[in-house]
């Protein structure tokens, strides 16, 4: 007896008994009552893991964002959670991050255009900013994504 995966390239074929067939017969059987149940779940549980830095709903999730935070700064990309503190001028205001780090966040007239209104207490979730002055300066590009999240203290109930 065999099994065989049909590839676009051409076929693979493996032996397999009658027993190891049954043995994941049943073991799908106990699975899928688990999988179903989790499917079911409204909002869905958030499962953080090291694929959550590439997850397009990311800035929505608490529990994956801090994952790809970490993941971020180890790669030198400058994603970063903030609570604002207060506006410096007309490019820039203070924040602090999610270790409590006074950031400087920076940026350019046609950028400032571009931000949501921002103010203190509020929580953003910056996504592609620029680090500088060895991570005490975050520069908003244009292409930067900035997420209003929540304000201080309230809950961030975004589902995973
Ligand atoms: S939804 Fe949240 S937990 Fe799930 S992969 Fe995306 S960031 Fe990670």
């Not at 590839?7 to 043995?23: F, H, K, M």
């Not at 994952?67 to 604002?84: I, Y």
């Not at 950031?103 to 046609?110: D, N």
């Amino acid at each position: 007896m065999r099994v065989s995966a049909q590839y676009l390239e051409g076929v693979e074929s493996w032996p397999i008994t009658q027993g190891a067939l049954e043995d994941a017969e049943a073991d799908l059987v106990k699975k899928l009552k688990l999988l179903t149940e989790s499917l079911g779940a409204h909002p869905a549980a958030a499962k953080p893991s090291a694929g959550c830095h590439t997850c397009a709903v990311r800035a929505r999730c608490a529990a994956g964002w801090a994952v790809g935070e970490e993941a971020a700064l180890v790669d030198g990309r400058g994603d970063a959670e903030l609570v604002v503190q207060a506006r410096a001028g007309d490019h820039g205001f203070f924040a602090r991050s999610r270790t409590g780090a006074e950031i400087a966040v920076v940026y350019e007239a046609p950028v400032a255009k571009l931000l949501p209104e921002h103010v203190k207490g509020q929580v953003l979730r910056v996504l592609d900013g620029v680090w500088k002055e060895t991570r005490t300066q975050l520069e908003l590009k244009a292409w930067t994504q900035v997420f209003v999240v929540t304000r201080e203290g309230d809950s961030d109930q975004t589902p995973g």
